[in-house]
Nanobody, 120 residues
């Protein structure tokens, strides 16, 4: 199983970015997905999660600005990030497990990170 995250970059505050996570090596039809981030000097935290049936959850810091989806045929899961803030600067990781409870606490699989830098 391999997860490949992409789409990071350096942007100004207020801009948008879309992260994508490609998955291979298994059938993920009924898996839950999450995006985590790890800012410098901080612990990794989940920011958005989606169940296989589409129910989503967001951390308060990103709710209303980030959108997680699994509708892109080219990827397993995407994260649309709008109105980015400097405090969103972090390495972002995709992850998957059977349920949202599992993927937000003990993911089964991790992708490598993609760096998002937001300048003011």
């Amino acid at each position: 199983v391999q997860l490949q995250a992409s789409g990071g970059g350096s942007v100004q505050a207020g801009a948008s970015l879309r992260l994508s996570c490609a998955a291979s090596g298994d059938a993920f039809d009924r898996y839950a997905w999450a995006w985590f981030r790890q800012a410098p000097g901080k612990e990794r935290e989940w920011v958005a999660a989606i169940a296989w049936h589409g129910l989503t959850q967001y951390q308060p810091a990103v709710k209303g600005r980030f959108t997680i989806s699994t509708e892109n045929a080219e990827s397993a899961v995407d994260l649309q990030m709008d109105r980015l803030k400097p405090e969103d600067t972090a390495v972002y990781y995709c992850a998957t497990a059977l349920t949202v409870a599992q993927v937000t606490t003990r993911p089964e699989y991790w992708g490598q990170g993609t760096l998002v830098t937001v300048s003011s």
